[in-house]
């Protein structure tokens, strides 16, 4: 393999489309990190390979081709896929025409700064050019040359590609790539580019065809689904999206993620109030409980505006879950602001709270301002704060002790494959035992006992 890079700065001629040389099959292995978005992208390379004759393979070590899909929204996040493409140098070694890929949100970031860190690495791709995998790796094959793709910004709709999904009966449908919030201490607007949403045609023709496949639960993906339609020429938005995919027969749930508060409107409210098959769960992340950190994220609205958001779901569903994320360090969080968002959490009643240490995103804004806070700090701020929200979700969590909740069966649980897992659609897990129910099924089922993350339950 030379130490030549070879930039790929537009789409590459498909004429000579990739097609295996005959004789021995050949194994991809894939790592995903991140996000749902993420993992769906994985999806797509998946697809591409196997549509290629590539079979993919649980046992590393067989494997001709490795794809690492990244995410860098945390360093934790980095230091953990630095770690594993460190480990991957053994196997380099072993088999020098062995492919390592870096895809994803870190391969957009850090571009050929990852041939340098990582001289085992082949090929770099960014958010911008999953759907060239194919080409991509034919390059590399071909010239022996390291492979840099990655553009800085992406064609308006990526051509589609094949997906082979993970699982079965859930699949997750990107319906707009990109964010244009520029929330300070986010890496994503930088690594996926700005908003573009698919056609609302585009997204009803794939769920249908879903439909036929057998799955039955949708999650509908973005970085800001309540602005799907915003950037598009079609009139429509996402509640419409949302009574769209709500007249697909076939499909028995659908979720969506990621809301932004600001723009969940009331038309969104009152089209899942309306509706049997999408699930009463909210994830809004409030990210802050204090209006001057929150006005220094850039997030454009603030807690009064969020209590009230609030207020106006449980009043028009009252059985409607409630989850949130929170930054907990950012730059100038005083213990006084930090009690502000204690006060909040303590007062909101959120089902539960997704909790993160602030992490230094350079290149964003919040990475340039006065007053970081300590690392003891934070871990001490967050211990606090996850004590108090785990004690607010456990009493939320018992008053379902002893009433019956409707499951979709997902699967064997994962400690235990005598029993089923499932979840409710305000988002909670329940476990119980395996009855002749079958994965895919929408089950009553009896809560018994209640904890903080899940439920054990009883078929009735
Ligand atoms: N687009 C989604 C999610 C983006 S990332 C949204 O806006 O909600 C998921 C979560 O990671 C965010 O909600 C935020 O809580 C957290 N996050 C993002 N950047 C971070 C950073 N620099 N440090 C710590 N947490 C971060
Ligand atoms: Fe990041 Fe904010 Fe965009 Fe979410 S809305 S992806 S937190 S910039
Ligand atoms: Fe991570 Fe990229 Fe998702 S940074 S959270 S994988 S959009």
Known sequence: MSNNIKVISGPIDKSSNHVLESGREKYFFTYTFGCQMNENDSERLAGQLRSNGY???DNIEQADVILINTCCVRESAEQKIYGKIGELKRLK???????????????????????????????????????????????????????????????????EVPTIRKNQISAWVPIMYGCNNFCTYCIVPY??????????????????QLGKEGFKEITLLGQNVNSYGKDSDENVDFADLLHAVDNISSISRIRYMTSHPRDMSDKVIQTIAQSSKICKHFHLPIQSGSDEILQRMNRGYTTEYYRELVRKIRESIPDASITTDLIIGFPGETEELFLETLEFIKTLHFDAAYTFLYS????????????????????????????????????????????LVEVMVE???????????GRTGTNKIVIWDKGTECIGDLKMIKIMQAQTWLFRGQMV
């Open 93 to 159: 070694t072993l088999n020098p025409n062995l492919v390592i890929g870096i895809a994803g949100c870190m391969a957009q970031k850090d571009r050929d700064k990852l041939f340098k860190k990582a001289p085992h690495i082949d090929l770099v791709m960014g958010t911008h050019n999953t759907h060239q995998l194919l080409e991509l790796l034919q390059e590399v094959e071909q010239s022996r040359d390291k492979v840099l793709a990655v553009w800085d910004q992406a064609e308006r709709l990526a051509p």
């Open 55 to 57: 079979q993919n393979t």
């Open 360 to 403: 230094v995103r350079s290149g964003t804004p919040a990475a340039q301002m006065p007053d970081q806070v300590p690392l003891p700090v934070k871990k001490a701020r967050l211990q606090q704060l996850m004590d108090i929200q785990n004690d607010i979700s456990l009493r939320i969590n018992r008053k379902l002790e002893g009433q």
């Open 191 to 208: 690594v996926r580019g700005r908003e573009r949403s698919r056609p609302l045609g585009d997204i009803v023709q794939e769920i249908e």
């Open 411 to 421: 699967g064997p649980s994962k400690n235990d494959a005598s029993r089923w897992m």
